[in-house]
């Protein structure tokens, strides 16, 4: 089983219309959770990160964390086309000595016009 | 512009070559990690550094490479007699001291391309 998983997409999406993400993870242990949003050749960008259960709006993203499923989603709503994009689900774990993360291997989104 | 940044973007190197790649953190930020990312997966983590000191390194980092950071400001990789399997993307990550929740902002990525 991976560390953190995410279905690889393509997810389509009409403009205008809600995106939802999801991703699941299998250590109870992970304390923090982050979603980055990646461009084609580019860095992954840090949308918004999520630590105790339940939801967390910013702008027209919001997080959703259910430590007892195991499992965090992203909600994107108004879908631009600029939203189109891998998202990356990451899971940050203090290991004694460092906290670090562990990434899945995204999902891409496609906002259709 | 006060963000992560690293030298140089784009690498192409022949086999057998030694490469090394820079990463300047954002200043006040005491954490520093390198990952590497491969097409079609996500950033995996090499190292990490609190300060000067390299407080964990992964399995995936073999001895053919090498990390420093050695005035806790700057970071530097380093990759001993490349193979073509290094070729990646390399990714440097900042994150605030004494942040609880780890959030780490990426640098713009070296991409390595060896042939």
């Known amino acids: 089983q991976k560390e953190v998983e995410q279905n690889s997409g393509p997810l389509s999406v009409p403009e205008g219309a809600i995106a939802s993400l999801n991703c699941t993870y299998s250590?109870?242990?992970?304390?923090?959770f982050f979603w980055y949003r990646q461009y084609s050749g580019k860095s992954p960008e840090l949308i918004m990160f999520?630590?105790?259960?339940g939801d967390k709006e910013d702008g027209r993203f919001t997080a959703q964390l259910n430590k007892a499923s195991q499992y965090v989603s992203l909600l994107i709503r108004d879908s631009q086309p600029s939203d189109s994009a891998t998202y990356l689900c990451?899971?940050?774990?203090?290991?004694?000595?460092?906290?670090?993360?562990?990434f899945g291997t995204g999902t891409r989104l496609q906002v259709t016009l | 512009d006060t963000g992560v940044s690293q030298d140089p973007r784009h690498k192409i190197t022949k086999r057998g070559q030694n490469v090394t790649f820079r990463c300047d953190p954002i200043?006040?930020?005491?954490?520093l990690y390198w990952y590497r990312q491969t097409l079609g997966q996500g950033p995996e983590f090499l190292t990490y550094f609190q300060n000067e000191a390299q407080l964990e390194k992964s399995r995936l980092l073999s001895d053919r490479f090498s990390a420093e950071r050695p005035k806790g400001s700057f970071s530097t990789l380093e990759i001993q007699r490349t193979e073509q399997g290094d070729s990646a993307m390399y990714l440097c990550a900042s994150s605030p001291a004494g942040g609880p929740f780890n959030e780490q902002f990426f640098g713009p990525g070296t991409r390595l391309t060896v042939l």
């Open positions: 990451a899971v940050n774990l203090y290991t004694g000595t460092a906290s670090k993360l562990t």
């Open positions: 999520i630590y105790s259960n």
């Open positions: 250590d109870r242990g992970s304390q923090s």
């Open positions: 200043s006040e930020h005491n954490r």
